[in-house]
Nanobody, 115 residues
Framework: QVQLVESGGDLVQPGGSLRLSCAAS????????LVWYRQAPGKQRKPVAR???????VYSDSVKGRFTISRDNTKDTVYLQMNFLKPEDTAVYYC?????????WGQGTQVTVSS
């Protein structure tokens, strides 16, 4: 059974930092492309950062220079380091794993940026 479990979401002040984690099981993690998505209230879920099995990364313009995606294949875990957080980063953040055309999702973790 495939499981993706996100953690690390919290309430943080503007300008602060958080690190999200997503621990995977039931998949061959090392071959997966991993994507962090986010969904704000009333808005569509959108990708913010992607990392391929070779370590190539892509970021949305809204987070470029502030967020860093990384992976640890020894721990089957993908991370999202978020710095200089803004109120508009408030959303539920989801981990997505893509293998051979299949998509697997975690349950999401809430990030709230507010003073």
């Amino acid at each position: 059974q495939v499981q993706l479990v996100e953690s690390g979401g919290d309430l943080v002040q503007p300008g602060g930092s958080l690190r999200l984690s997503c621990a995977a099981s039931g998949i061959t993690f090392s071959v997966a492309t991993l994507v962090w998505y986010r969904q704000a209230p009333g808005k569509q879920r959108k990708p913010v950062a992607r990392i391929t099995n070779t370590g190539f990364t892509v970021y949305s313009d809204s987070v470029k220079g502030r967020f860093t995606i990384s992976r640890d294949n020894t721990k089957d875990t993908v991370y999202l380091q978020m710095n200089f957080l803004k109120p508009e980063d408030t959303a539920v953040y989801y981990c997505n794993a893509q293998i051979a055309g299949r998509h697997y999702w975690g349950q999401g973790t809430q990030v709230t940026v507010s003073s």
